[in-house]
């Protein structure tokens, strides 16, 4: 069954500083992989995703992404931090049971200190 | 223009109450989705529906009730609520998933639910 692990509930940086956020899926067929944003007490943003075009994929924000199919890993990363960037991140994998669905990581909270 | 939105934005009842949630969405997609996410932020699908067809249904208690009028609209109502009921719930749209799991999923803003 596929699954996603978000090594890290909170990760702290400072601004300016590399942002790096990690996602494991387990799957059984070539996955699909999303990357979410969720501001405080708001919905859910889409900043990329992978669908075997590219491995390295660029999303929005300065955000991109990374598929590694040896270690299962599809890990976020930003050169340098903004204190915009203070958020929830959810990586998640797609896959079909009936109709496409996501399975989300546990989330990840993104700290920028000033 | 917003793309998935949904009513009310936050809501405030009382256990045993009933009670419902509204989504549309202006995107012309034919799937449409409410997810779940707890306390602890985790987020897990409840239902699906293509064209008002129902294709998830992922154990959710017959308390919570989807209705799709038409293929823009999926409404979540949730009969006698509980505590544990208390959660943010997003509406989401997509195209069809077709030959591919990759279609993106758009999310509404969000329902916070606070049953008291």
């Known amino acids: 069954a596929q699954s996603v692990t978000q090594l890290g509930s909170h990760v702290s940086v400072s601004e300016g500083a590399l942002v790096l956020l990690r996602c494991n899926y387990s799957?059984?067929?070539?996955?699909?992989l999303f990357w979410y944003v969720q501001y405080p007490n708001q919905g859910l943003q889409l900043l990329l995703k992978y669908t075997s075009a590219a491995t390295l994929v660029k999303g929005i924000n300065g955000f991109e992404a990374e598929f590694k199919k040896s270690e299962t890993s599809f890990h976020l990363t930003k050169p340098s931090a903004h204190m915009s960037d203070a958020a929830e991140y959810f990586c998640a994998v797609s896959l079909i049971q009936g109709a496409q669905k996501l399975v989300f990581g546990q989330g990840t909270r993104l700290t920028i200190n000033p | 223009d917003t793309a998935v939105s949904q009513t009310p934005k936050y809501l405030v009842t009382q256990m045993g109450n009933d009670k419902s949630i509204k989504c549309e969405q202006n995107l012309g997609h034919d799937t449409m989705y409410w997810y779940k996410q707890d306390s602890k932020k985790f987020l897990k699908i409840m239902f699906s529906y293509n064209n008002k067809e129902l294709i998830i249904n992922e154990t959710v208690p017959n308390r919570f009730s989807p209705k799709s009028p038409d293929k823009a609209h999926l409404n979540l109502h949730i009969n006698s609520l509980e505590l544990g009921d208390s959660a943010v719930y997003f509406c989401a749209s997509s195209h069809f998933f077709g030959q591919t799991s990759g279609n993106t999923i758009y999310f509404g803003e969000g329902s916070w639910l606070t049953v008291v």
């Open positions: 799957s059984s067929v070539p996955p699909y």
